[in-house]
């Protein structure tokens, strides 16, 4: 857990402002205005500030340094503007734990409403804690597993369903599938060993018969040496027509349909 000084959202503020002026060329250019709003810069700079604080006493993320945050969670979490997603009107986000990526894609997406889940009763509420202080205007907690009957999740509700680091793909399918509104996405990040996955002859099957094709998205963050995916899963719909492959810039992504 990260013990140091905590930074007050108004010193870092102009570190955001200026890390995501950095970062915005590699989003779609219908995103880029997005980013660099008042309110999605202040936003952040308040998550920041209020998870290092929480670090101090509760487990939520190995590094909290809010530079070292910013510089790869929060970057990292907004990896589906890199491939030029649009905002879903529902988005339901399974294991938020520490508020990855829901709360950057929350504050991004202003007008979606975002469903963070979380098992981790100190973790959930720490995120309810940001719906109340943050710009989350259409944001709620669901303390539970998504899996468990209990959670009361609608099935067929969500038109963007994501994971960053839980599970296996199969498995976060298996527990999205029923979640998601026709012609949805799943969207997982991922690493490279990952995507050996999609070619399971099981999954490969279940995903054939239900009538979704994959798609890997590839992309680099400003700065970070890391070879990041995002898998995403998408029922009948090509998901290609929608991803931005931009060689102009120096991080745009590339897309790979999976057969």
Same mark, same amino acid.
């Given at each position: 857990?990260?013990?140091?000084?905590?930074?007050?959202?108004?010193?870092?503020?102009?570190?955001?402002?200026?890390?995501?002026?950095?970062?915005? *060329?590699?989003?779609? $250019?219908?995103?880029? #205005?997005?980013?660099?709003?008042? &309110?999605?810069?202040?936003?952040? !700079?308040? @998550? /920041?500030?209020?998870?290092?604080?929480?670090?101090?006493?509760?487990?939520?993320?190995?590094?909290?340094?809010?530079?070292?945050?910013?510089?790869?969670?929060?970057?990292?979490?907004?990896?589906?503007?890199?491939?030029?997603?649009?905002?879903?009107?529902?988005?339901?986000?399974?294991?938020?734990?520490?508020?990855?990526?829901?709360? *950057?894609?929350?504050? $991004?997406?202003?007008? #979606?409403?975002?469903?963070?889940? &979380?098992?981790?009763?100190?973790? !959930?509420? @720490? /995120?309810?804690?940001?719906?109340?202080?943050?710009?989350l205007r259409h944001a709620r907690v669901i303390h539970g597993r998504v899996e468990d009957p209990a959670a009361n999740l609608p099935h067929h509700a969500f038109d963007m369903i994501t994971a960053r680091g839980v599970a296996h793909i199969a498995v976060v399918f298996q527990y999205a599938h029923p979640l998601l509104a026709a012609h949805g996405r799943i969207v997982l990040w991922k690493g490279e060993r990952d995507l050996a &996955?999609?070619?399971?002859?099981?999954?490969?099957?279940?995903?054939?018969?239900?009538?979704?094709?994959?798609?890997?998205?590839?992309?680099?963050?400003?700065?970070?040496?890391?070879?990041?995916?995002?898998?995403?899963?998408?029922?009948?719909?090509?998901?290609?027509?929608?991803?931005?492959?931009?060689?102009?810039?120096?991080?745009?992504?590339?897309?790979?349909?999976?057969?």
């Open positions: 857990m990260n013990t140091g000084e905590t930074t007050t959202p108004g010193e870092l503020v102009p570190i955001v402002r200026a890390s995501l002026h950095d970062f915005s *060329p590699s989003v779609a $250019a219908t995103a880029r #205005a997005l980013l660099e709003t008042e &309110e999605v810069v202040a936003g952040i !700079a308040s @998550f /920041l500030a209020q998870l290092a604080q929480a670090n101090q006493v509760m487990n939520l993320t190995a590094d909290a340094d809010p530079r070292h945050v910013l510089a790869t969670h929060v970057r990292d979490s907004l990896a589906p503007l890199m491939a030029g997603m649009s905002a879903p009107r529902s988005l339901l986000d399974i294991g938020t734990g520490g508020g990855f990526p829901a709360v *950057p894609l929350a504050l $991004a997406w202003p007008d #979606a409403e975002v469903t963070m889940s &979380e098992s981790i009763g100190k973790k !959930a509420r @720490f /995120l309810q804690s940001l719906v109340e202080t943050l710009p &996955e999609l070619d399971d002859p099981p999954f490969v099957a279940t995903l054939q018969r239900l009538g979704y094709t994959p798609a890997v998205f590839s992309y680099a963050l400003p700065d970070i040496e890391r070879n990041s995916k995002l898998v995403i899963l998408q029922e009948v719909a090509p998901v290609t027509e929608r991803l931005r492959s931009d060689p102009a810039s120096p991080h745009a992504g590339r897309v790979t349909r999976r057969s």
